[in-house]
């Protein structure tokens, strides 16, 4: 009997959940503040926090220590994120697939944030680095799986402006407050608005009960052989995927290149007594936001007109060779001016990039059942290059003694970024 009535109020809440869906608008207000809160916890964490955290407890080997914690970030986001993404496509809950991950890993980021702030030795200021990209990273892959399991594919290009906005969003609002305040209320704010964010999404864009959805058939075979690892990126046999993926790596590649070394670009290679009051920091300021402003105000326009002329890949492929373009101009303009008429150009082929780019991936995904796993998959093309990229950019410099050679390398990899998004298929 009580089994008959379990069932039946299981079936009920289905059917209330039928007959009242969330709506498209609804899910993408309140989804907006919780990619913002994920790219602030990045982005806090590692422009303003993590830095001063090392400084102020050994100054001396500020830089390697520095290093040291952002590879242990890559290593930890690269693995758990596509690995998080496919626990919660197979979860069958009365919540849904996604909400409990949501919140388990949104509660596991506040609290390793707070515990971070807490920390007074570089090892173990390292390790919590670490653990908070766990959950991050977990929940990044949890998150971004919420747009093709529950946004229609005509609404895909304005999902994709509201992800794409969180970066530039979550930088602003961010960095600016952790930067005006302690050390210990910066863990603390980053960390309590990615789980109050997560919470309210989680209660007013509900997810529909996952109890009855078929999971992903499972393969007879050991979880570690090297059958289990080719099932897992079995994404890969499938031609749009692959080149998808290869299309982001570049892209990323270009940008994670050039990005780390806009201060040495400009002391070095423009020269501090040509930047205004020659001052190099308030230099990259003035880059970084002009780059911003024409980043978002590219997303906000460029996610609409994908949905509307249905050209995503066109446009992901376009805004590749407009990026190229960008990093062409520090090459025949050495000046200040130069790197001005780059920002606006990065800036805005940048934000073009990040309108569409989630609503392609979103679209090359081979297997229903293992979507968040595969888009998981597919963001590993933007952590590989922020570790890599680096690294080639110093070797790159080191090798030629010149920052000529990072912007030929920006302008390759954007050029077969912009080539592996043409060899798409099934997106137009």
């Keep these: 009997m009580q089994d008959e009535r379990r069932r039946s109020t299981v079936k009920n809440e289905e059917a209330v959940s039928v007959r009242r869906p969330v709506s498209v608008t609804r899910i993408l207000v309140l989804l907006f503040p919780a990619i913002v809160g994920l790219y602030g916890v990045y982005q806090a964490i590692n422009q303003v926090l993590l830095p001063a ?55 596991g980021t506040a609290l390793m944030c707070v515990g971070m702030g807490m920390m007074t030795s570089i090892a173990m200021v390292i390790v919590f680095a670490g653990l908070v990209w766990f959950f991050a990273n977990w929940f990044q892959g949890v998150i971004y799986a919420v747009i093709p399991d529950r946004i229609p594919e005509e609404n895909r ?70 059958n289990a690892v080719g099932h897992f990126f079995s994404a890969f046999l499938h031609w749009d995927f692959s080149m998808a993926f290869l299309s982001r790596f570049a892209f990323y590649f270009a940008s994670f290149a050039i990005s780390n070394f806009t201060f040495f670009i400009l002391t070095d290679y423009i020269g501090t007594k040509n930047l205004p009051g020659n001052n190099a920091t308030a230099g990259v300021a003035t880059v970084s936001t002009i780059s911003t402003i024409a980043q978002i105000i590219a997303i906000v326009v460029f996610g609409k007109v994908a949905d509307l002329l ?20 520090p090459l025949v303009m050495h000046s200040w001016t130069g790197m001005l008429i780059y920002a606006a150009i990065n800036g805005a082929a940048g934000g073009v990039y990040f309108a569409v780019d989630i609503a392609v991936m979103s679209l090359v995904l081979p297997n229903k059942a293992n979507e968040g796993r595969d888009l998981g998959i597919l963001a590993i093309a933007t952590s590989v290059p922020a570790a890599v990229a680096p690294l080639i950019g110093s070797t790159l410099i080191n090798a030629t003694g010149s920052y000529v050679s990072v912007f030929v390398f920006g302008i390759v990899t954007s050029l077969l970024g912009g080539i592996f998004a043409m060899l798409i298929r099934s997106v137009k």
Aim: hydrophobic residues 50%; contains cysteine; positive net charge.
């Design 53 to 107: 955290q090392i400084v102020s407890i050994n100054a001396t080997n500020k830089v390697h220590d520095t290093a040291v914690a952002s590879l242990v970030e890559s290593i930890v986001g690269t693995v758990i994120l596509p690995i998080g993404a496919a626990i919660s496509d197979r979860t069958r809950s009365r919540f849904g697939k996604r909400t409990p991950w949501l919140m388990f890993s949104a509660i």
């Design 157 to 226: 290009g304005v999902a994709s402006s509201v992800t794409g906005l969180g970066l530039p969003f979550g930088i602003l609002i961010f960095v600016n407050v952790v930067s005006r305040t302690g050390q210990h209320w910066g863990y603390v704010i980053i960390g309590a608005f990615i789980l109050l964010a997560s919470l309210l999404f989680c209660l007013f864009a509900p997810e529909a009960p996952s109890l009855d959805m078929p999971k992903p058939a499972r393969k007879q075979h050991s979880s570690w052989s090297l």
């Design 310 to 329: 249905n050209r995503r890949k066109l446009i992901v492929a376009l805004s590749s060779l407009v990026f190229m373009t960008s990093f062409v101009v």
